[in-house]
């Protein structure tokens, strides 16, 4: 019995299918993020089977999880032949079912293989991180995934070292409110990696009022201090987290930790952690019908949440770190030693959901939180003569990847969207030579009304129409909105059309042509708790798009992060914070 259920329209049928064996095919109809090494998420014109223009139907399961909170599927499968590949939370690793975990679905019957069960990539991992898509490799038939896990590198031992007022220490773990402020002092606390953005969680109970903390540390060696900010904690809520919100980064050493409690209610504290992010990266490969070997290939410290990009011609894959190492690595796929290159921006940068693309004469493009595009050559990516582009102020934080694309002149064009500190997104082109002085930068609004934060990749389809989500927060209607919008990828700043108008659109679309109408389906999910796959239709250049179809969204929590993946046999897919998966067709 499969774990997955049919709808067709509104009608719910059982399903039962004998377990197809998986066999090796030679054309991967969905290898990585948006598909192709230029990131642009196009279905061809002439693909076998189309994708459903007209309400599909869909077989809906959920993953198997231990049950536990903060699971669900961030990524986009990755689809060969009739098997889709999904990298998903599973929950924290004191379950059966915990960590980050593998999938792999027969899209014809709703199956799923190796036995019925599901793979754990990352034993220590209690979350995957957002958009850190796999990649599936044709050569050597493996996919390469990118896991994170936090460690708890300071765990009090019964809080020894406190520091209470006048000096005394409080015992036992628990001070009046008549004694606030109180700071707890901590020593010989490691920072493994230049330069940090770490957070200090501690276990506090307060029936009632509230509490404020900052957090100093201070390098033993140097004497040089650093300051979190501050954070205020509200009872009934916990564990109580005090983010780096200063954006303060922190070099690597020994450090005094000075933590300053200030509140109007009495406390008793059982626990004080200092938590820091650390990333892996596996191979899986003899991807038959039961269960595949797992490969640790290398590790470090940070979150790996951007895409896996890679280049055929060179044989590498691509992904960046946020905080830790702070870095874009290259990892050669074919065995080759050492096969980790890592390229760190002067000053340093953070990558987050920022994948690579392959760009002309052997380079490689993405961008970072600093607003940088950082163009690196695949044949010397660490040391060699790159280009370092940085956008005109305010150029925010590249939070998504880079689309690069050639127009009907052959003229090459890179696209991205970038986040600004004040909450709005825009959409950016360059159009020319990435070395030149003369590189036309535009920028503008993500689609008129759409002028909000994007985190979502452009697509360009075989019309030459660009297409890129956007999400915002309405406060007159206290509710998320966002929307698609359209336009000409040679002349962005003139703006274009909406072609969707109504929930938040985080993932990044893809669109098919249909090459009997020329009309284009635009195929994208919704970040809402009333999340959904949805199909739209435009017809370049009508002032709006035209709805086709909505599916899936029946879970607990349908939040849709990530967007669709497609096969060439009319198949979709896409996952849910519920760690559903929907398949239509």
């Not at 059982?14 to 290898?31: E, K, Q, R, V, Y």
């Not at 690196?376 to 060699?384: E, L, M, N, V, W």
Request: proline share 6%; with cysteine; glycine share 12%.
């Amino acid at each position: 019995m499969s774990i997955f259920t049919r709808r067709a329209l509104s009608v719910s049928l059982a399903i039962i299918f004998a377990l197809s064996m998986f066999g090796a095919t030679a054309f991967a109809d969905w290898p990585s993020f948006q598909n192709n090494v230029n990131n642009n998420g196009v279905i061809p014109s002439d693909v076998a089977t189309p994708p459903p223009t007209t309400t599909p139907s869909t077989i809906s399961g959920k993953l198997p999880t231990n049950g536990s909170a903060y699971v669900g599927v961030d990524t986009t499968s990755v689809i060969v032949g009739d098997i889709a590949y999904t990298l998903y939370n599973g929950g924290a690793t004191n379950g059966t079912s915990g960590g980050a975990r593998l999938s792999a679905l027969n899209l014809v019957n709703g199956q799923l293989v190796w036995g019925g069960t599901t793979i754990q990539i990352e034993p220590k991992a209690d979350n995957v991180q957002q958009l850190s898509t796999p990649y599936y490799d044709e050569i050597y038939e493996a996919i390469y995934a990118a896991t994170t896990y936090y460690q708890n590198h300071l765990v009090s031992d019964g809080l020894k070292g406190w520091i209470g007022p006048n000096g005394q220490i409080p015992t036992p773990y628990t001070f009046q409110s008549s004694q606030s402020p109180v700071t707890i002092v901590y020593n010989g606390l490691n920072i493994p990696s230049d330069y940090w953005e770490p957070q200090l969680v501690t276990d506090i109970t307060a029936s009632s009022g509230t509490i404020s903390g900052a957090v100093t540390l201070t390098n033993t060696g140097t004497g040089a201090s650093y300051s979190f900010g501050s954070n205020t904690f509200y009872p009934g809520y916990g564990p109580w987290t005090l983010y780096n919100n200063s954006g303060t980064m922190i070099p690597k050493g020994n450090y005094r930790l000075s933590l300053t409690v200030t509140t109007n209610t009495n406390l008793s504290v059982s626990s004080l952690k200092f938590l820091l992010s650390e990333w892996s990266l596996y191979r899986v490969t003899d991807l038959g019908d039961q269960p595949p070997p797992i490969e640790y290939l290398a590790g470090g410290y940070g979150q790996a949440n951007t895409p896996i990009g890679y280049d055929y011609a060179g044989g590498n894959i691509y992904f960046g770190i946020y905080e830790g190492d702070r870095c874009y690595y290259q990892y050669a796929m074919g065995y080759y030693y050492p096969p980790l290159t890592a390229y760190r921006p002067e000053g340093g940068d953070d990558f987050y959901w920022a994948g690579a693309t392959v760009w002309e004469d052997g380079y490689v493009v993405f961008g970072g939180d600093k607003g940088r595009i950082y163009v690196r050559p695949i044949d010397s990516f660490a040391s060699g003569a790159g280009n370092v582009i940085t956008l005109p102020d305010p150029g925010g934080k590249v939070r998504s990847s880079v689309v690069s694309w050639l127009d009907s002149s052959s003229i090459p064009y890179v696209f991205f969207t970038s986040r600004i500190s004040d909450g709005s997104g825009e959409l950016w082109s360059i159009e020319g030579n990435l070395f030149s002085s003369a590189a036309d930068i535009d920028k503008t609004p993500v689609a008129p009304g759409l002028s909000q934060t994007s985190v979502s990749t452009p697509v360009i389809s075989d019309n030459d129409v660009l297409y890129v989500g956007a999400s915002w927060y309405d406060s007159t209607m206290y509710e998320s909105a966002g929307g698609v919008g359209v336009l000409d990828p040679t002349d962005i700043e003139n703006g274009g059309y909406t072609v969707y108008l109504g929930d938040p659109v985080q993932s990044s679309p893809i669109v098919w042509t249909n090459p009997n109408t020329g009309d284009d389906y635009v195929y994208f999910t919704t970040n809402t708790g009333a999340g959904k796959g949805y199909c739209y239709s435009y017809a370049p250049w009508a002032s709006a798009g035209v709805f086709r179809w909505f599916a899936g969204g029946t879970s607990g929590n349908p939040y849709a992060l990530q967007g669709f993946a497609a096969s060439d046999n009319g198949y979709l897919v896409y996952g849910d914070d519920d760690n559903y998966l929907y398949v239509m067709h």
